[in-house]
Structures are given as C-alpha cells and as structure tokens.
C-alpha cells in the first residue's frame, strides 16, 4: 500500500528545539489547602466523590514531574491545521492526544454543547447576595486570591453556599488557571449558582480547551490534570471505537486530510508498519536565529526542499482512502476485540515496546553527549588553569566571587571582608585578564553614552514638563536624562480629572468601584498611604521600559533592564522546588522556576521587549518584591559585581532575619542561571555557582507606611537615572505629589495601562 498524505514535522529532524526551555506547571497547593481548610470532612469527602472531585483527587496523587518528557513530545510535533489536538512522533509512531484521549484519562464531561464558554445565567439577587459575600463585582469572576480570602470567613455561611465556594475554588484554580490575582470568566463563574448544572457541565472540554490554547499559541501550560495522567494510565480500560468516532466535535472545526490519513491507516485490516521513511526530514518552521552548535553535536545539512517520498503521495491519497474505508467495513464486524485506533491489545504492547525502545535510544544518545561535553569542559578547565575540583561541585564553584565594595552608610548581610575593593592581586591570573577586558569594554562603552549623553544647552528631556529648564550633563557620572521629581504641568492634571469624570463609577466609593473601573485603578494610585496593587507596579515599571527603549541614553547604562513584579513572586514561589531538586555531577540540572530562559534571554518582559542576554549585554536588573502583600521592597541586582542592593523604604516592616528569606532565591537561582544558561563553554566558564552577596542600605530616605509602593518606584527610577536619594525629593510630605506626578504621567504615555493585562507569566503560574 502506498503511503497518503501525511503531516509534516514543525521542526526539521535534528534541529528540534533543546530542552534548555523551563517549562512550568500550574499547582495550586495553596488554594487546596485553604479549601481543605474550609470545608468539614464529611463536605470535603462529599466535594471528592462528587463529579469534580478528580481535580481534588489529581492534587492528592503526589504526582512527580518530568519537563524532559513534555519536551520531547512538544519539540517532536506534527504540523496540523485542528487547533484542538495534538500529534507528537515517538520515533517513527505518531502519537495523539485529543478530546477523546483526555476525556478516556480523566472521565470529566467533555460533551459538546453550544455556547461552552458563555452560558447563559441570570444575574438573581441571590446572585448578586452571593458574589457580595466574598467581595467581588457582580460583573466579574473571582480570583483565587478572593476565593482564599472568602475561605477564612466561610464558617458561618450556608451548607450550599459552602459548596458553592467550594465548586468556584475548583474553577478558578484548576479548569480556568489564571494568575492569583487575575479575575476569572464571569460567565463560568456564575455557574456555580444552580448546583446541579455546575457539577454535570462539560469541564472536560473547557479545561481541554483552556490547555490546548496554551500549547498552540507561543506559551506552554500544563494543568496538573497532565500530571495525574502518567498514573491513572495504568488503569485505564480500553473501548472499542469505530473509525467515524475517532474525530471529536469542535465549534469551526476544520478539515484536515493528512491528520484523517493517520487515522485510517491505523483502522486498515493488515497492521500498518511506521518506518522513519513515512515522514519528511524538514519542518514547516523556519528557524530565523543562529543556533548554537556545541562541540559534541554534528552539524545537521538543511535540504533545499523536503526530502522525495520513495512513492508519490498525493496520487495515492484517494486510493488508500478508499481501501481503508472498504476494509474498515468488512472488519468492524469481525473483530469485536479491537481498541482504541483500531489496534488489538497484542499491537498496543507492540506498540509500547516500538515507543520505550525509541526513547531509551534518544536518552542513551542525551547520556553519550552529556559525557563527551564533560570531558571537553575538563579539557578546557585544564587549559585555562582550572584544576581543583569538588566532588558533585562544578570547577567554576572554585573561582573565588569578586566582593563589592559597600557603600557608606550600608551593611553587608552575607557578604565578607566588606568596605574592601577587590584588586587583581585578589584574583587569578585569568580573572584579572578577564576583568581587564571587561573594564575596558565597559569603559568604552561607558565613553559612548557619554558622548551621546552631551546635549546642546536648549535640548530638554521628553519627560520633563516644564519647557524652561535647560538640561545640564554635571561632570561627575550622575547621567540625569531628566528629572523624575518635575512639577506637574497643572494642564495635563486637569486633562486626567476630567478624563476620570466621564467614567459611569466616578462618585461610585472606593470601596464599591469595580477593578476593573478606571476610576478604581486611577483613585487608588492618586490617594496618600494607599497600597498599590501589583497592576500600578507593572504600569510603571512599563514607562520606564518605554522610557529606556525610546531614549537609553538618558539612563546611567544602556545594559539594564526592569522587570515587573511577577518575576520575584514566582522565583520566591518556585524556589523550595529548586532547592529540593537533585544536581547532576557538575551541580547543573537543578529545577529553575518556568519562564528562567525566557528572563535570562530578554524575552520576557514583552512589552518593550529587549532580545538582551544577561551577563552578556545586561548588567543590571532592577525588580520590585512583594513581601507578604504588606510590603514593597526595590532589588538592584548587579551582574558584575555578584551582589544585589535591596532599598527597604520602612526597616520596621521586614526584619533582617526575614529579608535574608526573602533574598536568598535571588542569592543562589541568579547565579544558578548565569552558569545553566550560557551558551558556550567558554561563556559558562566565567561565571560561578558561587552564591551573591547582598546589602541593605540604611540611609536611604524612609516612607510613610501606605506609600512604600510609590518610593520603591522612585528608587528605580532614580538609581537607573544616576541621581541620588534625596532628602529633599523624598520627604515623606512628598508622597501625595510622587503619587500625582505618576499618574499624569502614566496617562500621558501609557493611556489604557488600567486595562493592561500582564500575561508574560500565564505559562508560568506562581500559585
């Protein structure tokens, strides 16, 4: 028979993707324990014996992880037009996971119904009762934030709206899977009125939906649904199933003949043999960026058109069609013992056996690799001087951190010898060569900016209000581009106020304003001592992201960039999993949080996304930290020099013994990922996986509590300009006009950052 159309790879063969990429799972232990919490014990037992109870059943099994595998079947993809499947090779066999593969795994409902996503529900006074217990807008789905806060005062509502509680706690933290903080679908949500229809609703397909969405767009999210498959495929009982039963029902579902080529091939009467000549070498996807190739990879020939099948494959398409389609009749009703594809139990193990051998193979190939790449960093260690080495311990562990010199006025909190300048007597003769050039390339660098940095006396800041002032450049390096604390233009303040009034919330109290109000986002930012939520952080973050890609010489280097505050709250989430996680004989291979390629790369963040490589073309990384969601810090984290600045605006509000907690993810994962990450052998080389150093300076300005949100904006802004902390600038009565300047200045340039969604770390859920 020959061979029909087929799909082809997405990636060409041998240039598949590495498995450097972090790729994160959403858990949600934290919202599991308030639940169980919550709820009695007959109420929760009752919750998992009940329809939905697998999801509470998936986050019992104590399921383990293994990215390399989810890797694999991602990097090995199958280039389909159906949005919602996904065709993987296992070696020469193609692999699906559909609807029905999920539905058989997990036994949800994944019915098809019309309008899955937007039922209809009517907004009741019970309704509207119900979503005021817990402190939502009726026009909004709950967080997981709110629904943990509701848990702690739940104790005296109603057995049904306990449930009630209980089946919006399963909704938001494992079938819609947002940020902690991020509302849910409305429409969903309220669901959860009407009892029964919550528990008999199809969720099978609307968190099959919500997972496929992820994998086929730029992101990889993986519920922890997936997680539990690996175990409850043990037990699953195959069904026989007849070829027209094969193809789940999607809303504008389309057709695809090679994917429907797959299935009747596996329904023919004599087994169909898969060889590695059944499918095309190259892949539809182009890679536009220059691989790096290591030592011990040959380099793969890319063909100027897709390998030539043995037989021509569109001319046979129709006929194997037909064939299949003849013989599937005659069979269906001679086998009675066949499964799922088709497929006897005998072929399933073939099966099996054919994809285990594959993959031993493939992690035989990884080992052999792994070893040679060994043996030629011990080579290059001998060859740059490099000779001791500690067992489990990388030889760059040895090569002793350059210390930073402290500022006056700051302690040292795990740092030694401080107040002391490194010199190159202090370091080997390949460090002070290394820090020589880097010196140099900086200077030059450094020279540069300046040059650029000298403008003509009239030349003013875009970012400066007042059109007088002349912008002056001091000889000393304080890189002022403009200045952060200008007045207000009282036009432009006016502008805002009367933008504000035409919104239907403006006499609304704070209180009672939806968040999703701009009134809410703009009265929150602009009153004295209130806390800003992370979405004033990142907005401001943002401008400052706009600011250095429209003008980076106005800032003190151009190797910096700013992150928002979701890339400290993950790190300090994910951080035990790093920690728990075994190392490789070199220290590598440890658990970084989801998303560490994407920061290391300059990725992420995507709004004003840099492309800059830390360490290579970045230096400094500034980031606000969230501590407990009653405290703002700012973190300066300093490449170079291995050392972090932490600005703490109010000392009494984190004591030394819980910052050291907080800081020590950064401490040993920043490192961690300099060195995992590198992208060459001599480029890893110059990094250790020695630990950072860090400070705590105490002369800096203190807030008000309420305002330490806004100072630690301010800190960034300034420390990133070269300006110092003044006193001045920072006086505590200044706190109400830091707030104002803000908001104007976030209205002027960033216009719809109250509607901005910050879905960089979608993929990569902290909680």
């Given at each position: 028979?020959?061979?029909?159309?087929?799909?082809?790879?997405?990636?060409?063969?041998?240039?598949?993707?590495?498995?450097?990429?972090?790729?994160?799972?959403?858990?949600?232990?934290?919202?599991h324990t308030a639940l169980k919490k919550a709820l009695h014990d007959d109420e929760y037992e009752e919750l998992k014996e009940s329809k939905l109870g697998v999801f509470?059943?998936?986050?019992?099994?104590?399921?383990?992880?293994?990215?390399?595998?989810?890797?694999?079947?991602?990097?090995?993809?199958?280039?389909?037009?159906?949005?919602?499947?996904?065709?993987?090779?296992?070696?020469?066999?193609?692999?699906?996971?559909?609807?029905?593969?999920?539905?058989?795994?997990?036994?949800?409902?994944?019915?098809?119904?019309?309008?899955?996503?937007?039922?209809?529900?009517?907004?009741?006074?019970?309704?509207?009762?119900?979503?005021?217990?817990?402190?939502?807008?009726?026009?909004?789905?709950?967080?997981?934030?709110?629904?943990?806060?509701?848990?702690?005062?739940?104790?005296?509502?109603?057995?049904?709206?306990?449930?009630?509680?209980?089946?919006?706690?399963?909704?938001?933290?494992?079938?819609?899977?947002?940020?902690?903080?991020?509302?849910?679908?409305?429409?969903?949500?309220?669901?959860?009125?009407?009892?029964?229809?919550?528990?008999?609703?199809?969720?099978?397909?609307?968190?099959?939906?919500?997972?496929?969405?992820?994998?086929?767009?730029?992101?990889?999210?993986?519920?922890?649904?997936?997680?539990?498959?690996?175990?409850?495929?043990?037990?699953?009982?195959?069904?026989?199933?007849?070829?027209?039963?094969?193809?789940?029902?999607?809303?504008?579902?389309?057709?695809?003949?090679?994917?429907?080529?797959?299935?009747?091939?596996?329904?023919?009467?004599?087994?169909?043999?898969?060889?590695?000549?059944?499918?095309?070498?190259?892949?539809?996807?182009?890679?536009?960026?220059?691989?790096?190739?290591?030592?011990?990879?040959?380099?793969?020939?890319?063909?100027d058109s897709p390998r030539p099948r043995k037989k021509a494959r569109k001319e046979a398409s129709e006929e194997a069609a037909a064939v299949a389609s003849e013989e599937?009749?005659?069979?269906?009703?001679?086998?009675?013992?066949?499964?799922?594809?088709?497929?006897?139990?005998?072929?399933?193990?073939?099966?099996?056996?054919?994809?285990?051998?594959?993959?031993?193979?493939?992690?035989?190939?990884?080992?052999?690799?792994?070893?040679?790449?060994?043996?030629?960093?011990?080579?290059?260690?001998?060859?740059?001087?490099?000779?001791?080495?500690?067992?489990?311990?990388?030889?760059?562990?040895?090569?002793?951190?350059?210390?930073?010199?402290?500022?006056?006025?700051?302690?040292?909190?795990?740092?030694?010898?401080?107040?002391?300048?490194?010199?190159?007597?202090?370091?080997?003769?390949?460090?002070?060569?290394?820090?020589?050039?880097?010196?140099?390339?900086?200077?030059?660098?450094?020279?540069?900016?300046?040059?650029?940095?000298?403008?003509?006396?009239?030349?003013?800041?875009?970012?400066?209000?007042?059109?007088?002032?002349?912008?002056?450049?001091?000889?000393?390096?304080?890189?002022?581009?403009?200045?952060?604390?200008?007045?207000?233009?009282?036009?432009?303040?006016?502008?805002?106020?009367?933008?504000?009034?035409?919104?239907?919330?403006?006499?609304?109290?704070?209180?009672?304003?939806?968040?999703?109000?701009?009134?809410?986002?703009?009265?929150?930012?602009?009153?004295?001592?209130?806390?800003?939520?992370?979405?004033?952080?990142?907005?401001?973050?943002?401008?400052?992201?706009?600011?250095?890609?429209?003008?980076?010489?106005?800032?003190?280097?151009?190797?910096?960039?700013?992150?928002?505050?979701?890339?400290?709250?993950?790190?300090?989430?994910?951080?035990?999993?790093?920690?728990?996680?075994?190392?490789?004989?070199?220290?590598?291979?440890?658990?970084?949080?989801?998303?560490?390629?994407?920061?290391?790369?300059?990725?992420?963040?995507?709004?004003?996304?840099?492309?800059?490589?830390?360490?290579?073309?970045?230096?400094?990384?500034?980031?606000?930290?969230?501590?407990?969601?009653?405290?703002?810090?700012?973190?300066?984290?300093?490449?170079?020099?291995?050392?972090?600045?932490?600005?703490?605006?109010?000392?009494?509000?984190?004591?030394?013994?819980?910052?050291?907690?907080?800081?020590?993810?950064?401490?040993?994962?920043?490192?961690?990922?300099?060195?995992?990450?590198?992208?060459?052998?001599?480029?890893?080389?110059?990094?250790?996986?020695?630990?950072?150093?860090?400070?705590?300076?105490?002369?800096?300005?203190?807030?008000?509590?309420?305002?330490?949100g806004v100072y630690t904006l301010k800190y960034i802004e300034c420390h990133a300009l070269g300006i110092e902390f003044s006193k001045k600038d920072f006086a505590k009565?200044?706190?109400?006009?830091?707030?104002?300047?803000?908001?104007?200045?976030?209205?002027?340039?960033?216009?719809?950052?109250?509607?901005?969604?910050?879905?960089?770390?979608?993929?990569?859920?902290?909680?």
């Amino acid at each position: 028979m020959d061979i029909p159309e087929l799909p082809r790879r997405i990636h060409t063969l041998g240039e598949e993707p590495p498995a450097v990429h972090s790729i994160s799972y959403h858990t949600c232990w934290t919202l599991h324990t308030a639940l169980k919490k919550a709820l009695h014990d007959d109420e929760y037992e009752e919750l998992k014996e009940s329809k939905l109870g697998v999801f509470i059943k998936f986050q019992e099994l104590g399921f383990d992880w293994a990215s390399r595998l989810v890797h694999y079947m991602l990097g090995f993809q199958l280039d389909i037009k159906k949005k919602y499947e996904l065709w993987s090779l296992v070696g020469p066999e193609p692999v699906r996971f559909s609807l029905l593969e999920f539905e058989n795994l997990t036994g949800l409902n994944c019915e098809y119904i019309e309008d899955l996503e937007r039922p209809h529900c009517v907004v009741t006074k019970e309704l509207t009762s119900f979503w005021e217990m817990f402190g939502v807008h009726v026009e909004v789905g709950p967080s997981t934030q709110e629904i943990i806060a509701a848990f702690e005062r739940c104790e005296g509502w109603s057995r049904d709206d306990r449930k009630r509680l209980a089946y919006l706690a399963i909704f938001t933290g494992y079938i819609d899977g947002r940020k902690y903080s991020t509302p849910t679908r409305v429409s969903l949500a309220r669901l959860a009125m009407e009892l029964e229809r919550f528990e008999n609703y199809p969720w099978g397909r609307v968190v099959f939906k919500v997972m496929m969405d992820s994998v086929k767009g730029e992101i990889f999210r993986v519920v922890t649904l997936l997680m539990g498959l690996r175990k409850l495929s043990r037990v699953i009982k195959f069904v026989q199933k007849d070829i027209g039963e094969m193809f789940p029902k999607w809303e504008f579902d389309v057709e695809d003949t090679p994917v429907e080529n797959i299935i009747k091939l596996m329904f023919v009467k004599k087994p169909w043999k898969w060889t590695m000549d059944c499918w095309e070498v190259t892949g539809t996807w182009v890679n536009t960026k220059p691989a790096v190739v290591s030592p011990a990879k040959k380099k793969v020939v890319k063909e100027d058109s897709p390998r030539p099948r043995k037989k021509a494959r569109k001319e046979a398409s129709e006929e194997a069609a037909a064939v299949a389609s003849e013989e599937t009749a005659a069979e269906a009703s001679e086998e009675v013992h066949t499964t799922v594809g088709g497929l006897t139990k005998e072929d399933i193990k073939i099966m099996f056996k054919d994809i285990v051998d594959a993959m031993r193979e493939g992690f035989g190939t990884c080992l052999k690799e792994i070893k040679y790449m060994s043996e030629r960093v011990e080579a290059m260690e001998k060859q740059i001087g490099i000779t001791t080495r500690r067992k489990g311990t990388s030889a760059q562990n040895n090569t002793p951190a350059p210390k930073p010199t402290l500022e006056p006025g700051s302690e040292s909190v795990n740092g030694t010898n401080t107040g002391r300048k490194s010199s190159p007597e202090d370091k080997g003769p390949d460090d002070a060569r290394y820090l020589e050039k880097r010196d140099a390339a900086l200077a030059l660098c450094r020279a540069k900016s300046d040059r650029t940095r000298k403008l003509a006396a009239s030349q003013q800041s875009p970012y400066t209000a007042n059109s007088t002032p002349k912008m002056i450049i001091p000889n000393k390096k304080l890189y002022p581009g403009y200045n952060p604390f200008a007045p207000i233009e009282k036009k432009k303040l006016k502008e805002l106020a009367d933008w504000l009034k035409t919104c239907s919330h403006y006499r609304t109290p704070l209180d009672k304003k939806p968040r999703t109000s701009r009134t809410w986002w703009y009265q929150i930012l602009r009153t004295s001592l209130e806390w800003l939520e992370d979405c004033h952080i990142d907005a401001w973050i943002n401008v400052l992201r706009k600011r250095y890609d429209v003008n980076p010489q106005h800032f003190r280097s151009e190797r910096m960039c700013f992150l928002d505050h979701l890339f400290a709250q993950q790190w300090r989430f994910n951080y035990k999993d790093f920690k728990d996680s075994e190392p490789d004989q070199n220290g590598l291979g440890k658990r970084l949080p989801g998303g560490a390629w994407n920061y290391y790369a300059g990725t992420t963040p995507s709004f004003c996304q840099l492309n800059k490589v830390w360490g290579t073309d970045i230096d400094d990384v500034y980031a606000p930290v969230n501590y407990n969601d009653t405290h703002w810090i700012a973190m300066w984290i300093s490449i170079p020099k291995r050392h972090i600045v932490v600005w703490n605006n109010i000392c009494s509000s984190i004591s030394p013994e819980d910052l050291d907690v907080v800081m020590e993810p950064f401490l040993y994962m920043v490192p961690y990922l300099l060195v995992e990450c590198a992208s060459s052998d001599e480029q890893r080389a110059q990094y250790s996986l020695e630990p950072f150093t860090y400070e705590r300076p105490t002369n800096i300005p203190p807030a008000r509590a309420g305002d330490c949100g806004v100072y630690t904006l301010k800190y960034i802004e300034c420390h990133a300009l070269g300006i110092e902390f003044s006193k001045k600038d920072f006086a505590k009565a200044n706190g109400k006009t830091m707030r104002d300047k803000m908001a104007v200045d976030i209205f002027q340039e960033l216009p719809d950052a109250h509607e901005f969604e910050n879905k960089d770390n979608d993929a990569n859920l902290a909680r």
